[in-house]
């Protein structure tokens, strides 16, 4: 009797995780399970071509594609602006009058340098929200991702390097659902404080491990605490980077530390719904920083989504706010234009998008860099755990009726609790 119970456990545990495709990985329901590493050839393969997880990427000495490319542009950056300190403003003797459009310190978001594009903080269109979250891909989205599928609803995700290659069968579900995928960095350092060279490697092989990954480039970034100034915006330009900040901020991120409560980023969030409800928003639309970083700002996404509803007439990606129907480098997937969009019409091309294919080996699109062909059957070791927080613990179905969407009943606690019942028979 006890070895059966144990087979039972072992054959219900290993049914509920198929963890080499896109769409195994997003059934998966149980975050502490989708949390945990996994290896995933096509990147496995490739490892020496990226920077190490978790570190501040550097242009490999290996890398001659990255080294010509950043060659090309390193002319394009100015030479008159100064490496920032990584602690940002406070104490820091800086020229007040801002001379290089540096957000950290006066919000900028108008370059001062002659040819760099202005930055993006809230959309043109009238009571709409662009709609997006930064930090990810965060191992246990699945259920926030079953949410938005469950009301159509897509949304922008700025995604670290280094959270894509530890958890990309977790990035390609964001293409497949037709969501816009931007680029978060590869480590997510304030970027001032880097030189050009390591600013470059940053933003250049998050584009390169997303691509590799999920088949297409992004063309849009956000920098990490909207640090960036006129030397940043250069580097990101230079690589085709629109540059996308926000006007509001929720500060969802920074839940239970320093005392913070529910109800503070509740508030949060109130101020530009208030705003709305004000008719702030009737010439043109906001933009708010959320995280897809841990259970609570996904739930708290989750909990506030009505409230947003009932205030913007339209909450849609970023990149459809803009009416850029061509998001990513590779123009075999299209976006609906914000007309199209409002219209009822979400849905992107996602069946034109080649994600890597563990069955057979491909890669489908080909890579614009030295990047070659993924080998379905080189190294299986997983990559080492992301620079996020841990999966949490369940969360508590107590606090609200929108929890159900985080509430589930394992399959390995199904699985164990038949096998204590036949124990005790
Ligand atoms: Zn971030």
Known sequence: MH??????????????????????????????????PYGYPPVTAQLSAFPPSAQRAKILPSDTTAQALWRDISSKVPTNIAVKPASGPPGYNYDGSDPDCWWTWSRCVSPKQPGLEPDVADVPEPSTLGYGFDDGPYCGHNLFYDFLASKDQKTTFFFIGTNVMDYPLEAQRAVVDGHEVCVHTWSHPPMTSLSNEDAFAELYYSMQIIKLVTGVTPTCWRPPYGDVDDRIRAIAQALGLQNI??????????????????????ANYEKMLNDGRNGLFDTKGAIILSHELNNFTLQEAIDIYPEIMSVFKHVVPVGVALNKTYPYVEKDFVLPSFEEYIHGMHTATPDDVDIPDVSNGTNGNSSPTTISTPNAAASSSAPSPPPQAPPPAAPDASDNGALTHFTFISPMIVATAIALWMLAC
């Open 245 to 266: 900040l926000w006007k509001y901020d929720s500060d969802d991120w920074q839940f239970g530390s320093n005392g913070v409560t529910k109800e503070q980023i509740d």
């Open 3 to 36: 070895s059966t119970a144990f087979l039972l456990i072992l054959a219900v545990g290993s049914w509920a995780q198929d963890r080499t495709t896109e769409a195994g990985e997003a059934a998966i329901k149980d975050p502490g399970v989708e949390c945990s």
